[in-house]
């Protein structure tokens, strides 16, 4: 006859062996539902001169001269306003005069000046880059990358940049939200520091081990010269799926000798 001690001894083991293969079989479902849905990474952080961007310098460029042209065009538009003042004084004299009745009968009557050609500029306006801000001297080149086996779609992302002499800016064609255009000033800063720059969700799906490089436009200005060590900057990072699946890590990052902006 098996006495209860054993009895109990049998339980306690096979209630052992149970819980262990429940922990086995948990952890089987946490890896298989962790394999179907995106994982995202950053595998790289950089910041780099703007030169190095063929886009953004043509985009300077083309900002340059649409700026140009507007200086042109307003100068034109004031001296068309100062030329019609001085023509309707002169029509209110004539009117005055004793010559009224000559000049209203007459051939020759004083043409009115002409509107500077503006359709062509006014239309250029419609679509123009101008953002009516800072040009960016560095970009912050953050590589995003899914390493899970669900594709990535939308992914959102928010990036704190740490230090008081480089903060991002908006501008056309990169990565950083239409809608957070202003970011030096110390509504965007953390209490640590740092400079937040919320960007737009990626429009390209991201496949399994696919990667995109985000584009941050940054302001870099050295406190000074003196220090002959390569300075770097520590840079955070935080990006999210709409299906809730995150990733926050910081870096970091060496920063490019200073050049003029």
């Known amino acids: 006859?098996?006495?209860?001690?054993?009895?109990?001894?049998?339980?306690?083991?096979?209630?052992?062996?149970?819980?262990?293969?429940?922990?086995?079989?948990?952890l089987i479902v946490q890896l298989r539902q962790a394999s179907r849905r995106p994982r995202i990474v950053v595998t790289g952080v950089q910041i780099v001169h703007r030169e190095s961007d063929r886009e953004v310098v043509d985009t300077i460029r083309e900002i340059k001269s649409e700026r140009k042209e507007h200086e042109q065009y307003r100068r034109k538009e004031e001296a068309y306003e100062r030329a019609l003042k001085e023509w309707e004084n002169r029509?209110?004299?004539?009117?005055?005069?004793?010559?009224?009745?000559?000049?209203?009968?007459?051939?020759?009557?004083?043409p009115k000046p002409l509107h500077p050609a503006s359709l062509l500029y006014a239309g250029r306006l419609g679509s123009s880059l101008d953002h009516g801000g800072y040009f960016p001297n560095v970009i912050i080149r953050i590589t995003l990358k899914n390493a899970g086996k669900v594709v990535a779609q939308n992914v959102g992302g928010t990036v704190y940049v740490q230090g008081s002499h480089i903060y991002p800016v908006y501008f056309p064609g990169l990565d950083v939200?239409?809608?957070?255009?202003?970011?030096?000033?110390?509504?965007?800063?953390?209490?640590?520091?740092?400079?937040?720059?919320?960007?737009?969700?990626?429009?390209?799906?991201?496949?399994h081990n696919d990667e995109v490089v985000l584009r941050i436009g940054a302001i870099y200005r050295p406190r000074s010269k003196e220090n002959t060590d390569q300075p770097k900057m520590k840079v955070k990072y935080s990006f999210i799926t709409p299906s809730g699946f995150g990733y926050t890590d910081e870096k970091q990052v060496i920063l490019p000798e200073p050049r003029g902006t």
Request: proline letters at 1%; glycine letters at 6%.
């Open 1 to 26: 006859m098996i006495s209860s001690g054993v009895v109990l001894t049998m339980v306690t083991v096979i209630a052992s062996v149970i819980a262990a293969v429940a922990a086995v079989w948990s």
């Open 91 to 110: 029509q209110q004299k004539r009117k005055g005069s004793s010559w009224e009745g000559y000049v209203a009968g007459s051939a020759f009557i004083e």
């Open 177 to 207: 939200d239409d809608e957070e255009r202003a970011f030096a000033d110390e509504a965007t800063k953390d209490d640590q520091g740092f400079y937040r720059a919320k960007l737009i969700p990626t429009s390209e799906d991201l496949l």
